[in-house]
């Protein structure tokens, strides 16, 4: 069974202002909450498929809310890489790549308030982009929903990430990763008993861009015909709105390495 919901907004992500955002964001979370509380649902999460060639069903702006009675398979495969991380290194595989990429400062497109946007080390598709929070969650309802305040830098995040996206390919996939729906305890669920401590919720940004083709998979290990530190040096140098204009948000230096800016 799988629920496909509308998130209409008048404007798209990347025109709305940052307070239009924020509210979608709120929304989002409230919606995945209350869908969580059904049982049945193993996966509540939000995706976006923006352009023809990215799938995208309606004319108007719009948002999905998807929810499954099982969980996705790229989602599957994460969650798992993720526990066992965790059960060899009793970390967050995903704080262990935040602190990497802060350090290396090699993939970051930008840091603003407790987020970041970073190309990761292994992307699938050229200019794969994540946006992630620094502080560890494994859900984004629940983050979201106890820290309503830091919605507004995410949105401000995601609209610039998107406008930067957008300077690649006009069309896109955008997919929320949280964590599976553990409110019901049962014995399958058992399955994610360390899931808050080893998964940490993102979004992730796949860029539909000429020369797709190149990029291939075999067996989920991908090869992609663009290096995400060229991916990040353009995505970076890309003319944006607001760009320059804001004191909170960090925009890394091109050349990196000097690991100075980490709070
Ligand atoms: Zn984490
Ligand atoms: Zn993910």
């Known amino acids: 069974m799988r629920l496909v919901e509308n998130l209409r907004h008048d404007r798209e992500l990347w025109t709305a202002s940052d307070a239009e955002i924020e509210q979608f964001l709120l929304l989002g979370a409230q919606r995945i909450q209350d869908l969580k509380r059904d049982a049945r649902f193993k996966y509540v999460s939000i995706f976006k498929n923006h352009g023809a060639n990215a799938g995208q069903e309606f004319e108007h702006p719009t948002s999905q809310l998807t929810a499954t009675t099982f969980v996705p398979r790229r989602v599957l495969y994460e969650l798992r890489a993720g526990r066992d991380y965790f059960k060899a290194k009793e ?22 308030g407790d987020f970041m946007a970073l190309c990761p080390y292994a992307p699938r598709v050229p200019y794969e982009t994540w946006i992630i929070p620094r502080t560890h969650e494994a859900a984004f309802e629940r983050f979201g929903l106890a820290r309503p305040g830091n919605m507004l830098d995410l949105g401000a995040l995601l609209r610039r990430t998107l406008q930067r996206i957008r300077t690649v390919s006009g069309e896109f996939h955008l997919v929320l990763h949280t964590a599976p ?83």
């Open 181 to 263: 729906n553990t409110l019901h305890r049962s014995k399958s669920l058992d399955y994610w008993r360390t899931i808050d401590d080893d998964y940490h919720w993102h979004i992730e940004i796949l860029p539909v861009v000429a020369g797709r083709a190149k990029s291939y998979t075999f067996k989920e290990v991908y090869y992609s015909p663009v290096t995400s530190e060229s991916a990040v040096k353009r995505l970076r140098g890309a003319q944006i709105e607001g760009q320059g204009h804001s004191a909170e948000s960090t925009e890394p230096t091109p050349c990196g390495g000097d690991g100075g800016r980490v709070p």
């Open 91 to 112: 970390r967050c595989v995903f704080c262990d790549i935040i602190s990497q990429e802060l350090q290396q400062n090699l993939r970051l497109v930008e840091v603003r």
